[in-house]
């Protein structure tokens, strides 16, 4: 049974930072791509960060670039998010997802759609104060 738990949120101040882990069980983790994805009240769920299976390759929203980075422990089965200059228009219910394909490239070609992400965790709610 795979699982896919996110943790690490929280209420924190404008500029303020924190760390997402996204904890996987049940799967080879080295072969899935992570994505972190978030949805606001009343939006739809957007893409926030991904990483590939070696973690050699990484992707980020634009609004979030320079400010949040993704990184893997494929040891731990851990993938984590450490957001900087935390701002308002960050808070949402950030989610976790996991995608096992062939290579990079499938992942990286699609790595946007949601569709794509076999599992899913259940999410961490992140709020952000002015």
């Known amino acids: 049974q795979v699982q896919l738990v996110e943790s690490g949120g929280g209420l924190v101040q404008a500029g303020g930072s924190l760390r997402l882990p996204c904890a996987a069980s049940?799967?080879?983790?080295?072969?899935?791509?992570i994505a972190w994805f978030r949805q606001a009240p009343g939006k739809e769920r957007d893409f926030v960060a991904g990483?590939?299976?070696?973690?050699?390759?990484?992707d980020y929203a634009n609004s979030v670039k320079g400010r949040f980075t993704i990184s893997r422990d494929n040891a731990k089965n851990t993938v984590y998010l450490q957001m900087n200059s935390l701002k308002p228009e960050d808070t949402a219910v950030y989610y976790c997802?996991?995608?096992?394909?062939?290579?990079?490239?499938?992942?990286?070609?699609?790595?946007?759609?949601?569709?794509?992400?076999?599992?899913w965790g259940q999410g961490t709610q992140v709020a952000v104060s002015p």
């Open positions: 990483i590939s299976q070696s973690g050699g390759s990484t």
């Open positions: 049940g799967l080879i983790f080295s072969n899935y791509a």
């Open positions: 997802a996991a995608y096992g394909g062939p290579d990079t490239g499938s992942w990286y070609l699609s790595r946007l759609l949601k569709s794509l992400y076999q599992y």
